[in-house]
T-cell receptor, first 112, second 114 residues
Framework: GEDVEQSLFLSVREGDSSVINCTYT??????LYWYKQEPGAGLQLLTY?????DMKQDQRLTVLLNKKDKHLSLRIADTQTGDSAIYFC????????????FGQGTTLQVKP | NAGVTQTPKFRILKIGQSMTLQCTQD?????MYWYRQDPGMGLKLIYY???????DKGEVPNGYNVSRSTTEDFPLRLELAAPSQTSVYFC?????????????FGPGTRLTVL
């Protein structure tokens, strides 16, 4: 079945770049998403990429998609302490229900 | 716009008790979803709805029921609470399933079953 995998934890120093990785199995994925969850809050959409793109840049965020390897990454440049959160990768298949399959979430810890 | 609201924020239940988790959205979204989030496990889809009067099972529906009598409300019912249902529950909604189809999430309900 469909599956999305992420590493569970990443620790970086403030000002460094962070790279969070994700692999997925559904080759019919149409959109892939990165959601951010701050402590005690719900998830918020951070960025997304359409499956026919291989890169998307949005200010400090760069999303890379390798469709052949079914690998997605999120790079955060100049990581700040306010970036500390859990980051979820999610994929949407080709059905018309809008259902998302989420990864386990990567906890990003940013040290001052 | 309040967005997606959920009540209660926290709840402790005894085994065998029942309760309803409330979810309301004021964005006139057709699509609504219930997820549970267990530590280190990501979010799992419990039930979803594509419009008023229509609901369907997600990945982990056992032990839960839903209804969708209006566009705004999508309550989740636990009939006989079990310790395995201890989790954080998130409700989400989206306006469409075409294009970006962003899901908007509520703040969550933290449920403990003892």
């Amino acid at each position: 079945g469909e599956d999305v995998e992420q590493s569970l934890f990443l620790s970086v120093r403030e000002g460094d770049s962070s790279v969070i990785n994700c692999t997925y199995t559904d080759s019919s994925s149409t959109y892939l998403y990165w959601y951010k969850q701050e402590p005690g809050a719900g998830l918020q959409l951070l960025t997304y990429i359409f499956s026919n793109m291989d890169m998307k840049q949005d200010q400090r965020l760069t999303v890379l998609l390798n469709k052949k390897d079914k690998h997605l990454s999120l790079r955060i440049a100049d990581t700040q302490t306010g970036d500390s959160a859990i980051y979820f990768c999610a994929e949407r298949g080709s059905s018309n229900t809008g259902k998302l399959i989420f990864g386990q979430g990567t906890t990003l810890q940013v040290k001052p | 716009n309040a967005g997606v609201t959920q009540t209660p924020k926290f709840r402790i239940l005894k085994i065998g008790q029942s309760m309803t988790l409330q979810c309301t959205q004021d964005m006139n979204h057709n699509y609504m979803y219930w997820y549970r989030q267990d530590p280190g496990m990501g979010l799992k889809l419990i039930y979803y709805s594509v419009g008023a009067g229509i609901t369907d099972k997600g990945e982990v529906p056992n032990g839960y029921n839903v209804s969708r009598s209006t566009t705004e409300d999508f309550p989740l019912r636990l009939e006989l609470a079990a310790p395995s249902q201890t989790s954080v529950y998130f409700c989400a909604s989206s306006t469409t399933t075409s294009g970006i189809s962003e899901q908007f999430f509520g703040p969550g309900t933290r449920l403990t079953v003892l």
